[in-house]
């Protein structure tokens, strides 16, 4: 393992108040080489002027040259400020962010991380004292989900208001543009570390839940968009400098408007926002009769904030329970203000509860379309899982979720499988997750189970082995199992639009390593009719039933709103208008494949970054 020290901006360049514009990350991974690249991200310059590809930033033992006066102290070199416009500073900074990004969920010791590499044995033992991440978040490696190790990333792809991810090109790509305001300020998206935390985010939870990228509803698109904001906010949490200060002002207390609170600050005022893009301190929800906070269901970044805003309230709820907590500990109680002192350690440890839950739950989502509501189940679920003895944190989303109206009961949330007592039996764990066959012949053999119809295709998708930190770090091993197939229903009217579409759902089985036992279950298929249907195996009460229904059928009318709005604007494209000149797919196009007059719609993600940054 290598060590290098980079420097990374606290916060946007032009933003007032704060005390230094620059901080040291150490990074470690295999190997650093100039440009600057790593076995798993390369930054990739290239000239505005010429198309050239620029001269890479250079390293000098371990260490990015020009920017720190001393390797160990992290000091930064003095400067004017300027130099953060230079090719080289813009290519590093942009580097530092993204691995720091990546390591809120990278597990180090693992030999299947990224790069297929193995961690050395040279790794230094970790401190068991301080806060780690990326280890106990998934319990398993990153994985990309294109077929390359390196995450290319281009800090200056050409001048418009916009940055975005894209799969097919395995990049990140960030542009820049004038600012409204004062037409010789050039605004460098690269320069925004929320914006390049924002889009790693999004190849992360690619890497994690693939399926989210074709799913037909907005209400899919808009848990990206949102994780994509949370993550941006986990890496500010992590700017000493940055936390410090908002601590500092706010008495010890994450609740309020900040700068970590808001997403893209430069950019968005630069682009005509009052503030940053997005702001995670919000009441927005979806109860059509609140006319200053609800949103339009089915405009996937709208609806984002209602997600991203209930999540945040989440972190702040965990965040004042550990400070509380903390300052009755004798080290805090000494000090002057017992509680901002055990805030900033307290942030730390709320951050590695939160992961936990909010992304735990990605890898427990069912594939295909899925709500807020399918979302919420999952985060219940890996909480539950995990922390049986401590449901505070369940009953803060189930709160959080009724009050913003994206269910409309306390119960709706509770996982809606109680699966009794079942266990894989004499199918063995290890079987179950190497051998595709077995794994078919199980699903095949649990229809009733899974939810999976009679005499209809499905398909098994690779089985995860985790490892999981629980409660008081005990640890323990789950088979995550996931089953999907087609749902054919109605399009609405609309000129040239196939009568009948498919979507995607699906289930998602969780099996205890050891005993076979299952853990969880869930599913977003449509609820069948009638509660005799149902009860055998998986619905239970009838309240529950026919709200299942309702919320299946809402999701099914933001479809037809999100079609109909796409075909509106022309992004909803089909055969070979979807294809460029080049004969490969249009960035800005959702593509619909139609086979006997029934539609599928892939890359819907194109539409979150149509106008990611508007
Ligand atoms: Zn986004």
Redesign the pocket.
């Known amino acids: 393992m290598k060590e290098a020290l980079l420097p990374i901006l606290v916060q946007d360049p032009v933003l007032k108040n704060h005390k230094r514009i620059i901080e040291g990350y150490k990074a470690r991974r295999d190997f650093f080489l100039d440009g600057p690249l790593t076995d798993t991200v390369a930054i990739l310059d290239f000239d505005p002027v010429n198309g050239e590809l620029s001269k890479g930033a250079h390293f000098n033992k371990g260490k990015i040259v020009g920017w720190f006066e001393d390797d160990r102290k992290r000091k930064i070199r003095d400067f004017s400020g300027k130099e953060i416009y230079t090719p080289a500073f813009m290519q590093a900074s942009v580097f530092a962010t993204v691995l720091k990004t990546l390591d809120l969920f990278y597990k180090k010791k693992d030999p299947r991380d990224l790069s297929g590499k193995s961690a050395k044995s040279d790794e230094k033992p970790m401190n068991e004292n301080k806060v780690r991440y990326g280890e106990n978040c998934l319990g398993r490696p990153l994985t990309w989900a294109f077929n390359a190790s390196q995450l290319l990333v281009i800090p200056r792809a050409g001048e418009m208001a916009n940055a975005?991810y894209q799969r097919d090109s395995h990049s990140l790509q960030f542009f820049y543009f004038p600012s409204e305001k004062r037409p010789d300020k050039i605004i460098f998206a690269c320069l925004s570390r929320d914006i390049v935390a924002?889009?790693t985010g999004?190849a992360i939870i690619d890497g994690i839940a693939p399926h989210l990228m074709d799913a037909a509803s907005p209400q899919s698109l808009a848990i990206?968009?949102a994780l994509?904001d949370i993550i941006a906010m986990l890496v500010a949490f992590t700017s000493r400098e940055l936390t410090s200060q908002v601590l500092d002002r706010q008495n010890g207390s994450i609740k309020d408007v900040s700068a970590i609170s808001t997403i893209a600050e430069e950019f968005g005022q630069a682009c005509g926002h009052r503030d940053g893009l997005r702001n995670l301190v919000n009441q927005k929800n979806l109860n059509p009769a609140d006319k200053v906070n609800g949103v339009r269901r089915a405009e996937p970044h709208e609806l984002s904030e209602v997600l991203s805003g209930a999540l945040y309230k989440l972190m702040v709820n965990i965040h004042e329970q550990l400070t509380d907590e903390l300052k009755e500990q004798p080290q805090y109680q000494k000090r002057k203000k017992p509680r901002y002192s055990a805030s900033g350690f307290a942030l730390q440890k709320a951050i590695n509860r939160f992961v936990r839950m909010t992304f735990r739950a990605l890898d427990y989502l069912p594939v295909g379309c899925v709500s807020f509501a399918d979302y919420g189940r999952a985060m219940i679920a890996a909480d539950k899982i995990a922390y049986p003895n401590d449901p505070k944190m369940r009953g803060w989303i189930r709160e959080e979720f009724q009050k913003r109206s994206i269910i409309t009961n306390i119960g709706d949330l509770a996982p809606i499988v109680k699966p009794r007592r079942h266990s894989l039996g004499k199918v063995k764990t290890a079987e179950l997750h190497a051998s595709d066959w077995v794994a078919y012949e199980y699903a095949n053999a649990h229809r009733g189970l899974l939810g999976i119809p009679a005499r209809i295709p499905f398909q098994v998708h690779p089985r995860l082995d985790v490892t999981k930190q629980y409660e008081g770090d005990r640890s323990a091993r789950e088979c995550i199992f996931k089953v999907s197939w087609e749902q054919e229903e109605a399009n609405p009217s609309y000129p040239n639009l196939p009568t009948r579409r498919k979507v995607t759902v699906g289930s998602t089985a969780v099996f205890d390593w050891e005993s076979g036992r299952l853990l969880t279950l869930l599913t977003n298929a449509r609820p069948p009719e009638k509660l005799a249907d149902a009860r055998r195996e998986i619905y239970f009460t009838r309240e529950i039933h026919e709200n299942r229904k309702k919320e299946y059928d809402a999701q099914e009318l933001d479809r037809d709103i999100f079609i109909r709005e796409l075909m509106e604007q022309g992004a909803l494209r089909f055969g070979a208008q979807a294809l460029g000149p080049d004969g490969k797919p249009l960035p800005s196009v959702i593509r619909g494949e139609v086979v006997k007059d029934v539609m599928k719609l892939q890359n819907t993600f194109n539409y979150?970054?149509i106008a990611?940054v508007e």
């Open positions: 975005y924002h889009e999004h990206h968009e994509a979150l970054h990611e």
